[in-house]
């Protein structure tokens, strides 16, 4: 099992593909190359907000609004508490987000196999690409050879400058954002003081999504999936041989891994996400 702290983590900003600032703390990643791939981070819109066009990645996305509202289309919004599905493939946006905008984001590699780049190699390439162009209104601007104008979108423009590879898009499994709202979902037993809220599974390889509550001494047995779990808690406190853990802890759990016992402090929950199983 890994663990990370949100005290405990450096805040980065995101680099100059998209306009605004986002300052992000990274708390878990995967292994880059691999279909599994992911980078779990919390993200705070800064002064003057952050704004994207109207666009789609070729990996899933979850989001989860901590505090605020989350825009991802004109008349689309992600309500605090909320929790969003953003299949690979799938356009979304354009989006405004309000100066103090607080988020959870998952990107993982989607179910096509396609895997997920990592924070770095993007980083590095959008440094690469400002010396050869400019990014503006979450665009990519240089002149091609013939001396062209020519525009990309900023995450594509930074995806091909790492890879040297021609981004490509599975078909859509879905025809939007899945925006799913907790309250609406009914609590339901596992264990003693366990219970679940399960918000969908999604493709043929079963990614999940869901809630898990635990009642003071109650302990959930983590990991043992079929894949990857995550869990960000999202509040109370749980002891893992015998250290504390508070809100906006994570832990990654891999398949191969025993179950790990969790016991809660106090009434505890965590947002559970299992990963595509390959």
């Given amino acids: 099992m ?3 702290r949100s005290s405990e983590t450096d805040t980065e900003n995101v680099g100059t593909m998209r306009d605004g600032v986002l300052a992000q703390k990274h708390l ?14 919390m993200g705070r819109a800064g002064s003057g907000g952050w704004r994207t066009p109207r666009h789609r990645h070729n ?9 605020g509202t989350l825009p991802y289309g004109e008349k689309q919004f992600l309500h605090e508490g909320w929790v969003g599905y953003f299949p690979e493939s799938v356009h979304y ?7 103090g905008l607080e988020t959870m984001v998952l990107q993982f590699g989607g179910a096509s196999g396609g895997g997920y780049l990592s924070v770095a190699r993007r980083e590095a390439a959008n440094a690469e690409l400002n010396k050869v162009g400019t990014f503006k209104g979450g665009k990519f601007i240089y002149e091609d050879e013939n001396g062209q104008t020519q525009t990309r979108d900023g995450s594509e423009a ?10 490509e898009f599975a078909p859509p499994r879905y025809t939007d954002v899945i925006a799913m709202n907790p309250d609406a979902f009914d609590w339901t037993p596992e264990d003693e003081g366990v219970q679940v809220k399960t918000l969908g599974t999604f493709t043929e390889r079963g990614a999940r999504i869901g809630f898990v ?3 003071p001494d109650g302990v959930y047995k983590a990991g043992a999936k079929e894949s990857i779990e995550i869990l960000f ?35 505890t929950e965590f947002l559970s996400i299992v990963l595509h199983k390959f």
Avoid: H, W
């Avoid at 878990?28 to 981070?41: I, T």
């Fill in 2 to 4: 890994r663990v990370a």
């Fill in 28 to 41: 878990l990643f995967g292994e880059d190359d691999s279909p599994l791939n992911y980078d779990l981070n």
């Fill in 59 to 67: 990996f899933d996305q979850i989001r989860y609004v901590i505090k």
């Fill in 93 to 99: 946006g354009p989006q405004e987000r309000a100066e």
């Fill in 158 to 167: 930074c995806f091909e400058k790492a890879t040297g590879k021609t981004l």
């Fill in 213 to 215: 509550r635990l009642d």
């Fill in 233 to 267: 808690l999202t509040k109370g406190q749980v002891v893992i041989d015998n250290i504390e853990y508070g809100p906006e802890s994570a832990f990654e759990l891999l398949p191969d891994e025993k179950p790990v016992p969790m016991r809660a402090t106090r009434e």
